[in-house]
C-alpha cells in the first residue's frame, strides 16, 4: 500500500529497511471525460500519473517536495538516513508538483486541516477522501488538491480517482530548494 512522504532532507539513496521501496514522484493529471458536469462526475476519474525515482541513475528525492513510498516489507523501528545532519536539513515550507488537474503538496511540520472538499489525502486501497472533520495533519506527509475543472464539483467523501504509473519523458525535476 502506497504512503505519501515529505522529506525534510535530499535523499540520493534509500536506507537499506527501505532498499527495495517503490517511490513515485506526481508528473501529470487528465481527466477521463473533458465535460464534466453533475451527471457525468460519477461517472469521471481524475488520472493521476506518476514517475518512479530511480536511484541507480542519479536521481534523488529532493527535500520539501512529496512523494508515495510503498515499502516491499513492513518497516518496523527507526530508519536512518546517511549523511543528514543539521547543516542539510530544509525547514522551509514544503514543495508542490502541480499538474492541470491537481498539486500533491508537500508538508514538513504538523498543522491543523480543515475540511475541504478539494483536499483529499491518501487512504487506503489508494482512494483520496477528503477529511471528515478538522484535526491535526501530521508532519512529514504529502496532501493532494483538486485543481481547474475537477475543482468545480464536490466530490464524494471517497473521490473518484484512481493512482496509475506513467512514466514520461516531457516532466521538468524540480529544483533542489535553497
Known sequence: MYNTICLPFNVTSLPSDWANATILRLVSSDLENEELSEETLSDNNVNLYFEQVDFSKGEQMYAGYPYLIMPQSDVTGWVTFAGVNRDSVYTGEGKSFVTDYVAMHGHINPSEIDVDPNTLFL?????????????????????????????????????????GQKVTTDTDTPEVPE
Not at 126 to 150: K, W
Open 123 to 163: 487512504v487506503a486501497n489508494s482512494r483520496l477522501a477528503t477529511p471528515s472533520e478538522n484535526g491535526e495533519m501530521l508532519g512529514l506527509r504529502g496532501y493532494f488538491t483538486l485543481r481547474g475543472a475537477a475543482a468545480a464539483y464536490s466530490l464524494s467523501e471517497q473521490a473518484a480517482m484512481h493512482i
